[in-house]
């Protein structure tokens, strides 16, 4: 038999190939994603003092993202006229690979992890940088002007945030020493999670990475009240369920990161196993996120912009010289 | 033997490389130039050299393409693709190409050279900082003086006032 | 492992690709595409080569550290370049610009 | 572990799109209804209810380039900067005079540039 055919039919048979399909792969971001956007809706109106979504099953709609799951699949695509077919179909599948590809970097518990690479941080990070690219290209296809103006919102938006970013997980490697994600949460098992010398870090991190998702006091891409969801308006339902794929990957990938860096990821103690830790911290994220969008109003992009490259860069600047100092004034933390 | 990993990044590393030159639209263009980069640093991953693998998808993906792409959106429709002028040049390039070429095909067909292997375990990363600073932290000076005539010289040629 | 070799093979090609468009190409935009290909074809050999030794030698990455920054920077003062050529209203066929004095 | 030919990443991103490009084209082909002849109105671009004037790419934003601009510098520094971090334990306190003159001298620009991005007029 040729190599490369043994190859693949090694990678099909392997037990590598469940983990991709079924735990941290595909099938579990679906039924998440799905759950996730019932519990985003149901959280923000009760804090609006709404009921949301009630319907869909005796349990308060909790089945509400399958529904629209399966109303969106049948519905007509429709793509605009003059268009550009091949970015309007192909920045949302590359959009949802990328975005499952950052989840495969993460260390879920011991040994559950895709893709142990030594660089798991920069790799991150450096796939995150990918999605302006993509959000651009969306938007130009799609010959409109609500979209065109979305897509440039987020490229400028994604890039003056991606900074800050860097540079507040920059104190986590450099207190660590390390780059690999499984390294870091080794660290914080023999010296303690990093929320406690890194705050302002987290801080910024958490901040700075919901303006990487788009989120709500940062989502002028999608503002719906001025440009009508932005770069998505002119996606037929499917598509827009797959545009919508990617965004909740994104919130739960940076979920995932932040409680790697600075939570201690899957470390606890051994009451209950690692993996059920992992999600507790990252549920804790996720709704910290999600209240985020309930309490605060969309601030202005030139504000924005220049916020992230006055306020936020100076504040990561002073989080590095306290991991400076914490590292090589402090001998031996 | 052929890796297959390896052969798909080199495929598609080459063919998006002459997509980026000759598709028609230059947003493809940019694109696929992007593609480029990303099969790139595939390779560089394949080579354990893992670090700058993730650092060339953060800079030419994430910036440089970012970047190309905003400048053809800008200029693009005033553009207008000026007609391929192959008559003066096409005998010195087809002449260039078939000899970088053969170059290449008797490589590979030359003794090889030891592919190593057995790097796993991080080898990569050993003293990369202790390296840039000890060594080359000369050079680093003078890098962070091209950034920053980098930055004055272009922003100052895309102003738009320009009176001075 | 791929043997070293058909790494070359590729940095090799790319060159020729690259050097293909600088001749043949009149568009800024195509021509500074083969520059940065160029550049790519080069890192690639640096980081094939110090794959050679056993261990392999870090100071090839540390190289192709620099000459990553020198692209990004000869990329952002270029597209400035373009900028401010279509602006002037000249379209950016390099044969025809020769006069960006004054 | 899978076999030594594929590293593990890589067989994770040739499924993946295999995967979503399949569904796509499950999507398009099987579930998604098709209507025959669409009418001028269904394909045209959404403006709100009116009826769409013009080209669509027009709408350009120009006055916020020195922020990208910007940005492809910064993540130079920030490669740099990472690989500085990953060995500050080893180099404790002797590489801190090279990179506190690189980070001064790669930061003085982006006072120039925060100025040019100040004056909007100017693009």
């Known amino acids: 038999m040729p190599d490369p055919i043994t190859q693949i039919i090694q990678l099909v048979t392997s037990t590598y190939f469940l983990e991709i399909v079924v735990f941290p792969g595909l099938i579990s971001i679906a039924i998440l994603g799905a759950f996730f956007t019932w519990f985003e809706r149901k959280l923000t109106a009760r804090v609006q003092l709404r009921i949301g979504p009630s319907y869909s099953s005796p349990a308060g709609g909790i089945l509400q993202g399958f529904a629209d799951i399966i109303k969106l699949l049948f519905k007509e695509l429709i793509i605009p006229e003059g268009a550009d077919r091949f970015f309007f179909i192909m920045s949302p599948v590359t959009a949802l690979i990328i975005g499952a590809a950052l989840l495969g970097l993460i260390p879920f518990a011991p040994g559950v992890q895709i893709a142990n690479v030594e660089v798991g941080l920069p790799a991150f990070l450096a796939i995150v940088t990918l999605s302006p690219t993509l959000v651009l290209l969306a938007g130009w296809s799609a010959n409109s002007k609500f979209p065109f103006i979305g897509g440039l919102r987020a490229l400028f938006q994604q890039t003056a945030y991606e900074i800050p970013l860097w540079l507040s997980a920059l104190g986590v490697v450099m207190i660590t020493g390390t780059l690999n994600l499984t390294g870091i949460v080794q660290f914080q098992q023999n010296n303690g999670w990093l929320i406690l010398p890194q705050a302002l870090g987290a801080l910024l991190f958490i901040v700075t990475s919901t303006a990487e998702m788009e989120r709500l006091p940062f989502d002028l891409p999608e503002a719906e009240s001025e440009i009508m969801m932005g770069w998505q308006a002119e996606y037929p339902g499917p598509l827009f369920m797959l545009v919508q794929g990617p965004a909740f990957i994104k919130l739960y990938a940076f979920a995932a990161l932040f409680s790697t860096l600075y939570l201690g990821g899957y470390l606890g103690p051994a009451i209950i196993p690692p993996i059920v830790w992992f999600f507790l911290k990252t549920i804790v994220i996720i709704v910290a996120v999600m209240l985020f969008r309930s309490t605060f109003p969309r601030v202005r992009l030139d504000q924005l912009l220049r916020q992230g490259w006055t306020t936020l860069l100076t504040l990561s600047i002073v989080n590095i010289v306290i991991a400076y100092f914490i590292v090589v004034g402090v001998p031996a933390i | ?164 | ?102 | 572990m899978v076999s030594q030919g594929i590293p593990e990443e890589t067989g994770y991103i040739i499924f993946l799109f295999a995967a979503t490009l399949a569904l796509v084209i499950t999507l398009r082909l099987v579930i998604s209804p098709r209507d025959p002849r669409p009418t001028p109105e269904k394909k045209a671009p959404f403006e709100s209810g009116q009826i769409a004037s013009g080209p669509g790419r027009t709408r350009f934003i120009i006055q916020y380039y020195p922020y990208i601009l910007m940005f492809v510098v910064y993540d130079v520094i920030a490669m740099f900067l990472f690989a500085w971090a990953l060995d500050l334990r080893a180099l404790g306190a002797s590489g801190t005079v090279p990179v506190l003159t690189f980070m001064v001298v790669a930061l003085v620009p982006l006072a120039y540039a925060l100025h040019l991005a100040g004056q909007r007029e100017n693009w």
């Open chain 2, 1 to 164: 033997m052929t890796d297959l990993t390896f052969l798909a990044l080199a495929t598609v590393t080459v063919a998006s490389a002459i997509l980026a030159l000759e598709a028609r639209d230059l947003v493809y263009g940019a694109a696929a130039l992007g593609i480029t980069f990303l099969g790139m640093a595939g390779l560089f991953f394949l080579l354990d050299a893992s670090y700058v693998g993730a650092f060339q998808i953060a800079v030419y993906i994430g910036a440089v393409v970012v970047l190309i792409l905003f400048t053809v959106m800008l200029v693009g429709p005033q553009l207008g693709e000026p007609p391929l002028e192959l008559r003066r040049l096409s005998l010195l390039t087809a002449l260039l190409v078939a000899l970088l070429l053969g170059t290449a095909g008797s490589l590979t067909s030359a003794a090889a050279f030891p592919g190593p292997d057995n790097c796993g375990g991080g080898c990569d990363l050993t003293r990369l900082g202790t390296t840039l600073i000890n060594q080359y932290g000369v050079p680093l000076e003078f890098l962070s003086l091209v950034l920053a005539a980098a930055v004055i010289g272009a922003l100052t040629l895309a102003k738009a006032d320009r009176k001075g």
């Open chain 3, 1 to 102: 492992m791929e043997p070293l070799t058909s790494f070359f093979a590729v940095s090799v090609v790319l060159l020729g690709i690259g050097i293909y468009g600088l001749t043949t190409k009149r568009n800024a935009l195509r021509i500074l595409f083969s520059i940065e290909l160029i550049y790519n074809a080069a890192n690639l050999n640096i980081i094939a080569f110090a794959r050679l030794r056993d261990p392999p030698i870090v100071t090839g990455q540390v190289l192709v550290l620099f000459t990553i920054a020198l692209a990004a920077m000869e990329a952002s003062v270029g597209l400035a370049i373009i900028m401010l050529v279509s602006r002037l209203n000249v379209d950016i066929d390099l044969r025809k610009l020769n006069r960006l004095k004054g």
